[in-house]
């Protein structure tokens, strides 16, 4: 029976131990100055080479020619302290594990006390120290800090954290590493050529990731794959069905059916993993290494040469096309979600179900919420400019219109069209006093965001989110010199509102009740009822430009904008005061039993007057048939005691 091959090729040497040369290094030139400490503290993962380490420092103190950073090996003591040695008496290894006890530790503390038998120093060895007790650590304590001569102490650990603070304090604290997969790759292919045994390099290159670093665990997995290897020796194929990973070729399909949005491919690749009894789990993570490989290509180009990267160069050169089919945004929400699915399949009870979950959340950058389903759309439509090239971005826009209007919120100046006074809503409600606006017209409360949900892209833009494709998103083509008739400006000019409502709401809402007027001297006219709408279309903020760059899109032409009162609207209002005076509306003065007559009078004679007669949401000038006008001019006590029968009784003296 042959021994496993991380026993037959455990490090006799410094030399020999693989990625630990921060360790090694200083550990040698300490034997060579005669400098080496009475303690030392190993730390590190499993399976890194702390206990292999502990006992060359051992061979190397108690070596013939010794302390030497290169025992001669032939020596009595280098013979017995060899990896696959006997072991000598004056080299003591105990597993705290089993000897954590405080009696452990008094025990030890009475044998340490005795000189060496054969050898220069008595070396204690002391493996997963951190369990210890408390009791056992203060009795080794004193002998730790000042031990006799010949005394020498090696603590190794996999958790330093819990060795206790006094203990670790009198040590020389070394921690160890995981070996990169590189040079674990490499150390798998030297014991292969000399067991010669045949192995793939893509093979080896699955072995070294599944070792995780530890080249214990590495060894070990080899030893089993080439024992159960044919007469063509370790393949790729074999390793793959033994080790449980996930097949290159599945990550491939996975990664091109998420760059073309191919939700039928990704789903027969999810029933071809599940099928194949892969572990969806194993799968995620595998998908989840594949995306950050991605990622750093994607960051970084050139970083495929600088050893980043532990596939075969073909496999990376595939890889480098799949990088150009995402953007950075992209790839970092599938990881984010993948990341987090890893998570959710620990333990889940429909393993299969929780993976299709986690695919179709990846298929849907455009309904997530917040920054990075954002993001991951905008890479999108940055991809689909560079493609489509000059001659087809129009069609492409139009093709992608969530993608277009969250584009265009993110990048345009959306705070310009945020008004930052307060609105009113036109009361219209019989008996109920009706509130006036200023100038500022009355936002619809579909529109206004709630100040404690989270702001949506939807929520930014109004209805430019959801609108069809109009001329406002496509680039105005060669504008021409002709001025179009007036009969086809305004056959055209509902759509040039529609523009203007893809391209701001506001200027939409300031504008939508308008209609062309005249045009001459590349000015257009345009005729507006409400005056308080043309004061603040004037006032600033841009209007006048989204107005006229949505003229020149839909009329080809480019007009300046004038916005003016209509006419019509004007001898409306100069006939109104007019009637108001030949028609003056006389109210009977309430007696003192009936104080409350009046308004009753108002709310049962003229409630069609009331309901018919609507205030314009941004008139200054009061309608000469408002109920609510009183033509009498009364304020103060005496409108009160007109119109609720009460009686000034003046002031109390007090005295």
């Known amino acids: 029976m042959s021994l496993a091959l991380y026993r037959t090729y455990r490090p006799g040497r410094f030399a020999d131990v693989i990625g630990q040369e921060h360790v090694t290094e200083p550990l040698k030139r300490a034997l060579a100055s005669d400098r080496v400490h009475h303690a030392y503290l190993f730390s590190g993962p499993r399976g890194c080479g702390k206990t292999s380490s502990a006992r060359i420092l051992a061979r190397s103190l108690n070596c013939e020619q010794g302390p030497t950073a290169e025992p001669c090996g032939v020596c009595p003591s280098c013979i017995d302290l060899a990896p696959n040695g006997l072991g000598s008496l004056d080299v003591v290894e105990l597993d705290a594990a089993t000897h954590g006890l405080v009696d452990d530790a008094r025990d030890l503390r009475e044998k340490a006390i005795y000189s060496p038998v054969s050898s220069r120093y008595k070396i204690y060895i002391i493996d997963e120290a951190h369990q210890l007790g408390p009791a056992a650590a203060n009795a080794l304590l004193k002998l730790v800090e000042e031990p006799p001569p010949h005394l020498r102490f090696v603590f190794a650990t996999t958790e330093p954290e819990k060795i206790i603070g006094t203990i670790k304090s009198r040590t020389h604290h070394y921690a160890f590493r995981l070996v990169p997969v590189r040079i674990l790759q490499q150390h798998l292919a030297l014991i292969c050529e000399q067991e010669g045994a045949v192995a793939e390099p893509a093979a080896l290159a699955l072995v070294a990731r599944a070792g995780a670093g530890s080249v214990r665990d590495a060894l070990s997995i080899l030893?089993?794959?080439?024992?159960?290897?044919?007469?063509?020796?370790?393949?790729?194929?074999?390793?793959?069905?033994?080790?449980?990973?996930?097949?290159?070729?599945?990550?491939?399909?996975?990664?091109?059916?998420?760059?073309?949005?191919?939700?039928?491919?990704?789903?027969?690749?999810?029933?071809?993993?599940?099928?194949?009894g892969h572990d969806p789990r194993r799968f995620a993570t595998d998908l989840l290494e594949r995306l950050r490989d991605l990622i750093v290509l994607s960051a970084i180009p050139e970083s495929g040469d600088s050893g980043l990267f532990d596939v075969p160069a073909d496999q990376l050169t595939t890889m480098r096309e799949q990088a150009t089919g995402f953007g950075l945004a992209e790839l970092s929400r599938a990881a984010d979600l993948v990341s987090a699915g890893i998570s959710e399949l620990k333990g889940a009870t429909a393993p299969r179900l929780q993976l299709e979950l986690l695919v179709a959340r990846?298929?849907?950058?455009?309904?997530?919420?917040?920054?990075?389903?954002?993001?991951?759309?905008?890479?999108?439509?940055?991809?689909?400019?560079?493609?489509?090239?000059?001659?087809?971005?129009?069609?492409?826009?139009?093709?992608?219109?969530?993608?277009?209007?969250?584009?265009?919120?993110?990048?345009?100046?959306?705070?310009?069209?945020?008004?930052?006074?307060?609105?009113?809503?036109?009361?219209?409600?019989?008996?109920?006093?009706?509130?006036?606006?200023?100038?500022?017209p009355p936002v619809p409360p579909s529109t206004r965001p709630s100040?404690?949900?989270?702001?949506?892209?939807?929520?930014?833009?109004?209805?430019?989110?959801?609108?069809?494709?109009?001329?406002?998103?496509?680039?105005?083509?060669?504008?021409?010199?002709e001025v179009p008739s007036m009969e086809s400006i305004r056959a055209l000019w509902p759509a040039v509102l529609e523009a203007v409502k893809s391209s701001s709401r506001i200027a939409w809402m300031l504008v939508e009740d308008s209609r062309p007027l005249s045009v001459s001297d590349g000015v257009l006219t345009l005729a507006c009822a409400d005056q308080g709408r043309i004061v603040r279309f004037r006032s600033g903020g841009g209007h006048d430009e989204r107005l006229r760059s949505a003229v020149i899109n839909v009329l080809r032409v480019d007009l300046s904008v004038e916005l003016v009162?209509?006419?019509?609207?004007?001898?409306?209002?100069?006939?109104?005061?007019?009637?108001?005076k030949a028609s003056p509306v006389t109210r009977p003065k309430p007696s003192?039993?009936?104080?409350?007559?009046?308004?009753?009078?108002?709310?049962?004679?003229?409630?069609?007057?009331?309901?018919?007669?609507?205030v314009e949401p941004n008139s200054d000038e009061p309608n000469a048939d408002d109920p609510d006008l009183d033509p009498t001019g009364l304020s103060g006590i005496a409108l009160i005691e007109r119109e609720h029968g009460g009686k000034s009784i003046g002031e109390f003296e007090n005295g």
Do not use: C, W
């Open 223 to 276: 030893g089993q794959l080439l024992a159960g290897s044919g007469a063509s020796g370790l393949t790729y194929t074999e390793a793959v069905a033994q080790l449980g990973v996930t097949d290159l070729a599945l990550l491939d399909d996975v990664v091109g059916a998420l760059a073309t949005h191919d939700g039928a491919g990704l789903f027969h690749v999810i029933d071809r993993v599940v099928s194949a």
């Open 362 to 440: 990846l298929l849907l950058p455009g309904a997530a919420e917040g920054s990075a389903g954002m993001l991951a759309r905008l890479d999108r439509v940055e991809r689909r400019l560079a493609a489509v090239g000059e001659g087809g971005l129009h069609a492409s826009l139009s093709a992608d219109r969530p993608a277009v209007s969250a584009a265009v919120s993110a990048t345009s100046a959306i705070p310009t069209d945020v008004d930052p006074e307060p609105t009113a809503a036109v009361a219209a409600t019989r008996g109920t006093p009706r509130a006036r606006t200023n100038d500022t």
């Open 451 to 481: 100040p404690s949900a989270p702001a949506r892209i939807s929520d930014v833009l109004g209805a430019a989110a959801i609108a069809p494709p109009t001329t406002a998103t496509a680039l105005p083509e060669t504008v021409t010199a």
């Open 565 to 580: 009162l209509d006419p019509q609207h004007a001898a409306a209002e100069t006939a109104a005061p007019a009637k108001a």
């Open 592 to 614: 003192a039993a009936e104080p409350n007559r009046a308004s009753d009078d108002v709310a049962e004679t003229a409630p069609s007057t009331i309901q018919a007669d609507v």
